[in-house]
């Protein structure tokens, strides 16, 4: 009897860890304005509406190599980069920072590749609301988001990339792109 209560208790327990891990999906991804490394304002969902997007957030600089994991030696090898899907990269730095954007958009220049420029946007200002709503739970991983052509988010990817993962990623992107 015992047994069977503790396996009841599991079962809801899971149950409601998967309803409270995936209220994000099916959502439009949250309006995020900030500015591109090139100096083009940008405004999320907004910008990718029409194709498949994947947007890899941030919001410690630490996070760079987890998304390294997942864009740089595997998306844009496979998709490109803004050809058959988008990609962009939101640095998510808090309000008090504002005032030295120069000084750290420049920095990133150094170290971000010129072709992605244009797709990597960085946003400088209040973070609560979005720790939120893209359900953040962990500040210094990468959140790897992939929304529909209408800015829906169909998933979401958090961590270091895995071989698993990365298959899940690119079957759902290629069958958004169908």
């Known amino acids: 009897m015992l047994f069977f209560l503790i396996k009841i208790s599991l079962s809801f327990i899971s149950f409601l860890l998967l309803l409270t891990c995936s209220w994000y999906l099916n959502k439009s991804f949250p309006k995020i304005e900030g500015i591109s490394l090139s100096g083009n304002d940008v405004t999320f969902p907004d910008i ?10 941030a919001f410690r600089q630490k996070a760079q190599q987890c998304i390294n994991s997942w864009v ?40 971000v590749p010129k072709f992605l420029h244009d ?39 958090n961590g270091y990339s895995t071989e698993e993962n990365l298959k899940k990623m690119y079957s759902l992107i290629d069958s958004l792109n169908e």
Do not use: H
Request: aromatic share 14%; proline share 3%; hydrophobic share 35%.
């Open 119 to 157: 797709y990597t946007v960085t946003y400088y200002g209040p973070l609560r609301s979005y720790f939120k709503s893209l359900d953040i739970s962990n500040k210094g991983d990468c959140y790897m988001y992939v929304l529909d052509s209408q800015g829906i988010v169909v998933d979401r990817f």
């Open 72 to 111: 740089v030696d595997e998306l844009l090898v496979k998709y490109g980069v803004n050809k058959s899907i988008n990609y962009y990269e939101i640095p998510m730095l808090g309000g008090q920072y504002k005032m030295a954007r120069n000084w750290i958009d420049g920095g990133m220049r150094g170290g």
């Open 48 to 57: 990718v509406v029409g194709k498949p997007t994947v947007l890899a957030v």
